[in-house]
């Protein structure tokens, strides 16, 4: 899930689904006061990939599939690594 305002204010909700469970977090705090995420009513994170990589069992979220980046381009002529 793609988060475009990062701007989350205390009391929001976000919902989404891995590997066919779905998951809630609620947004604690603001930037003002100092942000904080719960997770499924649990645990509570100080950050959302936090959160998001305790649900993928200790995958960042930055090593989403989606991410990952293209291979890079081998000069012509050079041979492929062993």
Sequence with gaps: ???TNRELAAGTTLVGKYRGKQHTVLVLG????????????ETIY?????AGSAVM???SC?????RRAA???RPAGSAAPA
């Design 46 to 50: 100080k950050s959302l990939s936090a």
């Design 62 to 66: 930055g090593r989403c599939g989606s």
């Design 1 to 3: 899930m793609v988060i």
């Design 71 to 73: 291979p890079k381009a």
């Design 30 to 41: 603001d930037h003002e006061t100092g942000l904080g995420y719960e997770l499924d009513n």
């Design 57 to 59: 069992n200790g995958v």
